[in-house]
């Protein structure tokens, strides 16, 4: 059958990675360890942006014992960026796309992304989040 052949100079790898996240990377969970009763604004994950590199956040994780306040931040362009997401109670919560949650706002090589509680934890509660995150 004409065409049921791919040519040999087309890396299906590559055709995948850029089908499911829009590019070719191929994001990796960058791991935060338990905190417990973090001060407020504590990072409780954090990746630096590799040298002429742009970081893109594909996904996080959070889990808390109570009810709290995330920011994901990173700076782009020179400016301070962040996502606010609310937690209503204690629990956890992940999420994951494929397009990029700072898609057109690329965090700049050498700056950190993170994720923080905007209000300190309480006492012998444990906080913990991860970020699913790729750079080109």
Known sequence: MLGSRLPPQIDIARLARLKRWGRSVEPV?????????????????????????????????????????????????????????????????QYVDFVALNEGMGADAGTDITITNVNAGGSGVVYQARLLYAEV
Do not use: C, M, Q
């Open 29 to 93: 969970w960058v791991h935060g360890d338990e905190i417990t009763a973090p001060a407020a604004d504590t990072a409780l994950v954090s990746v630096t942006v590799s040298a002429g590199k742009t970081g893109y956040i594909y996904g996080f994780f959070i889990s808390a014992g109570e009810v709290n306040d995330f920011k994901i931040n990173w700076t782009s362009g020179g400016a301070a960026k962040s996502i606010r997401i609310p937690f209503g109670g204690k629990g956890a919560l």
